[in-house]
């Protein structure tokens, strides 16, 4: 049963802000203590950790896209969204948003939504 279910535009223009929303139906964000995470995998390459938002509201951001990400929450509505602004072709992926516990230093994404794909292109 998939709890964790991403939605936004299937096609983005290049420099313009890419909006993703994933509704968790599974964990309270107002009562669990999990992360929530944006993961991409762009095609023929690996997954991409785009950053993370704590059950305290704190976000955390990979170093080579802090400058363009923005995560936020709505927990009156439990779901969360990521925002990436000036995008390009090189942000063409399947985006998944993830919810997993906080251990030994490291966010461990347990939880999967689908994934949706996101193209970006003129």
């Known amino acids: 049963q998939v709890q964790l279910q991403e939605s936004g535009p299937g096609l983005v223009k290049p420099s313009q802000t890419l909006s993703l929303t994933c509704a968790d139906s599974?964990?309270?964000?107002?009562?669990?203590?999990?992360?929530w995470t944006w993961i991409r995998q762009p095609p023929g390459k690996g997954l991409e950790w785009l950053g993370s938002?704590?059950?305290?509201?704190?976000?955390y951001y990979s170093p080579s896209l802090k400058s363009r990400t923005s995560i936020s929450r709505d927990t009156s509505n439990n779901r969360f969204s990521l925002q990436l602004s000036s995008v390009t072709p090189e942000d063409t992926a399947v985006y998944y948003c993830t919810r997993g516990p906080y251990f030994n230093n490291y966010v461990l994404p347990t939880d999967w939504g689908q994934g949706t794909q996101v193209a970006v292109s003129s």
């Open positions: 938002i704590g059950y305290g509201g704190n976000t």
């Open positions: 599974g964990e309270s964000f107002a009562t669990s203590h999990y992360y």
